[in-house]
């Protein structure tokens, strides 16, 4: 596996200030150089030079993206469907509903699963957040939040806490607790402060940190013990819809998806956009990493889902047919890699052949569009929620 | 419900609007003569009604024509009558496509989703109003109520509702009853999706509005575009593998998991959700005494995969310990620590990483190259959260190169796959499930988990003392040939070391 990132200086002086700053490595007449964010930001804003129009400056930048387009083609020796002629088909899928959780009043919107495999953090529309033992069915915490259209829900790594957020633009923790009657809300966190609705929120490794991104197209790393900003990512140039982070051993970059039709990949100590794919043709819903890092895929509102592969920095594959099209709000990878499952606008889950192409089965049941799905943990099974108010735990 | 006045549905918004024009083309080709779905003439209460179709018909035209199952054919013909391309003639609030004999009509263009007229307040209240005129006390418990608070909310206008509503109900008595009666059922049938009954919910509720219009033009100012060329540039020069061989490497990735993906092979002894037996949950916790076959193999498929699995950490330590190099992993995890850790602890803990792994005479001194100690050591002055990335990448890479290779070739790791079990697959009856799933077994909760590994943690943090002085001394001795330090330099660290 092979994580750039990590080869790179990312803190130190810059070279324009001489500042202990996170570096941006970015290039100036094809010499390569360390900027902090600040100066790079000024780089960008300085006044036209002498000679030097928004023309000019237009004709630079569309060739420079040729030039990217053709190093891209250079290395374009083998489509996916042909390495995939060695793999053995997949048998016949039997799915089954085998949990239905009732018990939320309105349309869910979010959910995430517990390291323990079977605890599951739920929020909706209602403001309601529920934790669920999946496997009993028990709802085992609920937390009212002050906001509706609770879009953003998270599970501690430790699973002592949840993050939720939405339409107060903000991210709260509420650590758990033991006690059944106590009332989590008192011993709210508040994290994150975005200026637009909280579309997606995920803790990092450890329960102290939190990104999130938002409706005012910006993702944000947050220290949650102080609520401090430690990092922000500006790139997208409409709302940021979804983020995950990379599964990799150096765990330095994340994906973002958003309403420019782009999923940005970036480093997480220097907040630069280090790779950047936009061949969807409308908004993306959702973006999952392949499990082994080196790929995400993503769901669409043009109805498909398209594989990137990040080390050749390009599209592989399109998981579309010709009888869906609603949009996939929500997609993830099974423990392999090679089954996807996308949730769909259309009421239907979908799940395809990640190598083959080919959709392996559908699965029907739910009553309105499903809004998440998420694999467990350790690949057991998944679960699906729902506009319809529930979330079905799929095996 | 409430009401909103700028409820546009969001055409504006291309989202919308594209899976509503695939709809309407296949809508098209539904209603032609020769090749759609056959109508007739059914007679409903007293008057016939023309271009009847039935659910089964539908359906079999979807398989057809789409070339997929009939279950999605359905699923696909239910997206139509949601939005509204089709409306039942019976049982008409709930909007659902029954394969089966049940009546349904083409509803008529004017009323299409994709028309560029919003579904305005004052035309409800124009269209209650109207059937209000019509015959009182027709209009149902949730429409009275939604009639009400129109009443209320639009009081001003109202006058102008009720001069329309009658024009309109005037307009309707000129025709004739037939064109009457299918106008009213598709009026009836545009606000059953516009304006849902309760428990039911309209397709054409998209949610939230995205908050940047993705269709405004942005402005293209001269920063923009250096933007994109200061992007595009360093993408440039990024370097890329082949196709074949990232794409060669996901392939490989699915394979080496395969049998370890529950979708795709069954998990022994059974799948929790699918038996309703947890023993594999019980066989496979963090802190199990003897792992599975399955785990073990697991391990050896990547340094990463062993770290990930705590079991296999504590495995990978007892191997270190054995070979006395725990410290590298020790500093690696101290690493981690920092660099996940709270803000306000992280001047704390890189001074006491400095002191255990990095300061010469360091009770566990870790064995990097001089100039990423020296970087390291220069960035300490001023502590922040990656201060140790270089040193980190270093260890880990050491670790993944070198020691995790002697790992699984070791008397340890072989061991443990000797020990390591097999269990047999459950093999369930119809009554034994039954019961299983009438004794589905709480688990602990999380949080004591946690607090128990904290413990655990904070326990063996106190056991492992000092080291022993004699390796100080040996790695002294290492320094002199790394640091090219002469004999007088060295005199003062080792009185320090021996003084520890």
Known sequence: ?395 | MTIRSDRDHGQRYRPRMSCLKKLEATVVQMQDPSTGVKGTDQKLNVTIIPHVITGQDIVAWITKNMNIDSDEAQAFGTMLVAFGYIYPLQDHKKLVLRPDGSLYRFQTPYFWPVQKWKAEDTDYAIYLAKRNIRKKGVLDAYEQEEYNKLHKWMNHKWDFIVMQAKEQYHAGKARQKADRVVFDCQERAYWIVHRPPPQTHSAMDYGLDRHIDPNAEEKKTYDYYRRIIIYTQQAVMRSRVKSSVSLGALAKYITTFKNHDPFLVPCLPSNPWQTDDDSYWELNTPDVEIPTKMRVERWSFSFYELLNDPRGRADFKIFLKKEFSGENLAFWEAAEELKWGTAASMSEKAEHIFKTFLAPGAPRWINIDGRTMGLTVKGLEHPHRYVLDAAQTHIFMLMKKDTFYRYLKSPVYKEMQKKAISPAPHNFSEAQLQQNMRNRRPSIDPIITWQKEQEEKAKAEAASGPKVRDRCMLKMLYLTSYVHMTAEQLVPIICIATSK
């Open chain 1, 1 to 395: 596996m092979c994580d750039q990132t990590f080869l790179a200086i990312t803190f130190g002086p810059c070279d324009n200030c001489s500042q202990n700053k996170p570096l941006m490595n970015i290039y100036l007449k094809n010499e390569p150089i360390n900027y902090c964010s600040l100066c790079v930001e000024l780089m960008a804003c300085q006044g036209l030079a002498k000679g030097e129009t928004t023309n000019t400056l237009k004709a630079e930048s569309e060739s420079l993206k040729a030039k990217l387009e053709e190093e891209r083609a250079k290395l374009h020796d083998v489509e996916l469907h042909q390495v995939a002629e060695k793999i053995d088909a997949l048998g016949q899928f039997v799915m089954k509903t085998r949990r239905t959780l009732k018990g939320h009043g309105n349309k869910v919107l979010c959910m995430d699963w517990c390291r323990d495999k079977r605890r599951i953090v739920s929020s909706s529309q209602d403001g309601k957040v529920i934790v669920w033992d999946a496997y009993t069915t028990n709802k085992e915490h609920a937390v009212t939040m002050p906001c509706t259209w609770v879009m953003a829900c998270a599970y501690a790594p430790s699973g002592c806490a949840v993050a939720c957020g939405g339409l107060d633009n903000k991210c709260s923790v509420y650590p758990l607790s033991l006690d059944k009657n106590e009332n989590l809300a008192a011993k709210k966190k508040s994290v994150a402060m975005h200026t637009n609705y909280l579309s997606s929120c995920s803790f990092t490794n450890s329960d102290m940190q939190i990104l999130t991104s938002s409706g005012d197209g910006t993702c944000a790393l947050w220290d949650v013990e102080s609520g401090q900003l430690l990092q922000s990512f500006h790139g997208h140039s409409a709302d940021v819809l979804s983020l995950d982070l990379a599964p990799s051993e150096t765990g330095n970059t994340f994906v973002s998806g958003g309403c420019d039709k782009k999923a940005n990949v970036w480093d997480m100590r220097s907040g630069q956009n280090v790779q950047s794919f936009e061949t969807h043709e409308s908004d993306i819903n959702n973006v999952k990493y392949y499990p082994s890092g080196d790929a995400f895929a993503t769901g669409s509102d043009d109805a498909t889902c398209r594989l990137y592969d990040l080390r050749a920095d390009r599209e592989v594959a399109i998981y579309s047919k010709d009888s869906i099209i609603f949009g996939a709000s929500s997609v993830d990878f099974s423990l392999s890699g090679r089954l996807l499952f996308a949730g769909y606008n259309d009421y239907t889950i979908n799940v395809w052949d990640v190598l083959k192409g080919t959709r392996v089965a559908i699965l029907f049941g739910h009553e309105n569009r499903v809004s998440t799905v998420r694999v467990s943990p350790d690949g057991t099974a998944f679960c699906s929620g729902s506009w319809d108010n529930t979330l079905r735990i799929w095996a």
